[in-house]
């Protein structure tokens, strides 16, 4: 069942910028068939409005492609090559927004990822936002989501093979995205 209206405790409407010290944007994928690497980038940007109807709030995010770190640097290399991002070409990843739901208990937001200049329909499945007094003063958001996509739908279609058969990569992606964020205004 859809709802329109939602009441989220503690609940503050306002515009929000990513806190990006205490913020994680990650993903995870299978590798050699047997294992998961995970990674995330170290360079984002994004704007949260939390409207008075918590369905009606907006994010837009801004990544730079090549702030890829998995921990080792001749892999993020070559993930910023024309292999995986093409990352001189197609400097930053981006998400906006299209709308907020809430069904069955969940929070889904839907919006738009582009990366490699590829624009897709995605759905992240979000967490109860949560709300609290900062430190400094101010007041503090938490957001937590993830969702999966295809890596080829992007263009991001590199993979290797394995002796015996097999390829070095899965085809999902898992992204990870624990948000902190400041009331702007």
Do not use: C
């Amino acid at each position: 069942m859809i709802s329109t209206e939602v009441q989220i405790p503690g609940y503050v409407a306002g515009r929000w910028t990513i806190d990006t010290v205490h913020s994680h944007v990650g993903f995870v994928i299978k590798h050699m068939m047997v294992s998961k690497v995970r990674g995330h980038f170290s360079s984002f940007t994004g704007e949260i409005v939390t409207a008075e109807n918590p369905l009606d709030s907006t994010v837009t995010a801004t990544i730079e492609a090549g702030s890829i770190d998995t921990n080792n640097q001749m892999r993020d290399d070559h993930i910023r090559s024309a292999d995986f991002f093409e990352a001189e070409n197609y400097p930053t990843l981006t998400f906006a927004s299209t709308g907020l739901r809430y069904e069955d208990d969940q929070y889904f937001i839907d919006g738009d990822l582009t990366i490699r200049g590829v624009t897709k329909a995605v759905t992240l499945t979000a967490e109860t936002p949560e709300f609290g007094p900062s430190p400094q003063g101010g007041t503090k958001a938490g957001f937590s989501a993830t969702t999966e996509i295809k890596r080829s739908e992007f263009g991001v279609s590199y993979n290797g093979p394995i002796p015996g058969g097999g390829t070095a990569l899965g085809e999902k992606v898992q992204i990870v995205l624990e948000i902190e964020a400041d009331l702007a205004d």
